[in-house]
């Protein structure tokens, strides 16, 4: 379900950019170089008390480096701290160095929201990068909303929530489930579906949207639905219950480090996922779990998300050449860890249109902000807090990287509550 129809097209798009662009740094181009400091008074552009300095602002990033999650997680972390080298490196924050706090969500959800109170109470930062489960992002949402902190999102999700204090920059349900679902169906004729995931709310949700997709709006069938626990290891029962369903796809969330144990017990089946019999789609596993799975443990499968490593273009290059100079030839780079990318340049975009950290005016100033330098391509944040994004499908290679074989002409318009799936 794309709603191409209601893409810009492209002179609005350049056009818009250009504004953007002019609106979100007025001072860059007038003075030909970085912002200064002494151009924003402290006192003017810190009214509440976060922790901005003359000479610096410190924000959080809140993220698993330890237990199940920290596989997945473990790029995010790399791709902000990418975003804020390069953003200090090119004069900072309103003329400001970034400085990090970073703390360790565990893999575990009331941790998650007592270090984001931390950060916000405590440290007073300006603004937190971070979480990745659904679970971790639902734990601390009360928290952001109760001290009115900003929240960078950067995982693809169930959608179904819409928070001024959170930006959403991987994608939603109509993005990602719906229209991986819809390619499927068109372009490998699939009449029946395996649903499989881990147990929290992000695969069940995202789940229960697919049921309604399948067998509402397409008139298609499922023919089973199972769960398991964060860290699960055993799938061998399922994978046996797969073969004798017979399904024409496998639609896979399974997250963190379960996939490992997954995709090498699905192979050891005998299914070969080269062979597209049956086609196994997933909208969870990127680049950054294929490390831990091997390529070719998964080479055949399909991925449904905006963002490959493989894609061709000039910023994708730089981003994937910086990333790694600064984390070592071996890394790789996947969906969420790009759109955690995006975080940090959007708040700073969004501060300097604002002209001040403080969490009211820069909640004014992000709809409409654009980055043209994202790697995935142009993106823009919608009043929704969502971005605007192509959806795209990639085919897994044995050298752990996807082939794009699919991605829409033109942005998508998030709607995080999309009507009949709610």
Partial sequence: MTKDTKSPNLYTMNRRQLLAGMSAIPLLATMGGPLRASDFPTAEVNKTGLAVTDDKVTVGILHSVTGTMAI?????????????????????????QIEVIQEDGASDWPTFAEKAKKLLVQDKVAS???????????????VFEQYNGMLF???????LEESPNVIYTGQEATQQIIAGLDWVAKEKGAKSFYL???????PRTSNKIARKHIEDKLGLKVVGEEYYPLGHTQFNSV?????????????????????????????????????????LLTISVTEDEILGIGGENIVGAYACMKYFQSLENDNNKEFVAAFKEMWGDDSVIGDVTQAAYLGPWLWKLAVEKAGSFDIDPLKESLPGIEFTKAPEGYVRIHENH???SKTRVGRAKDDGQYEVVYETADLVEPDPFPEGYQ
């Fill in 72 to 96: 997945s997680e473990t790029g995010s972390v790399e791709a902000e701290k990418l975003a804020i080298k390069q953003i200090n490196e090119s004069g900072g924050v309103l003329g400001r």
């Fill in 128 to 142: 937190v990068m971070g979480c990745w489960t659904s679970a971790s992002r639902k734990a601390v949402l009360p």
């Fill in 153 to 159: 999102y950067p995982t693809f999700y169930e959608g």
């Fill in 196 to 202: 499989l995931g881990s147990d929290y709310i992000w």
């Fill in 239 to 279: 994978i046996n219950k797969i073969k004798l369903k017979k399904p024409d796809v496998i639609y896979a969330i399974v997250v963190g480090g379960s996939n490992v144990a997954f995709y090498k017990q699905l192979k050891a089946a005998g299914i070969d996922m080269t062979k597209e019999k049956p086609v």
């Fill in 386 to 388: 969502h971005l605007w």
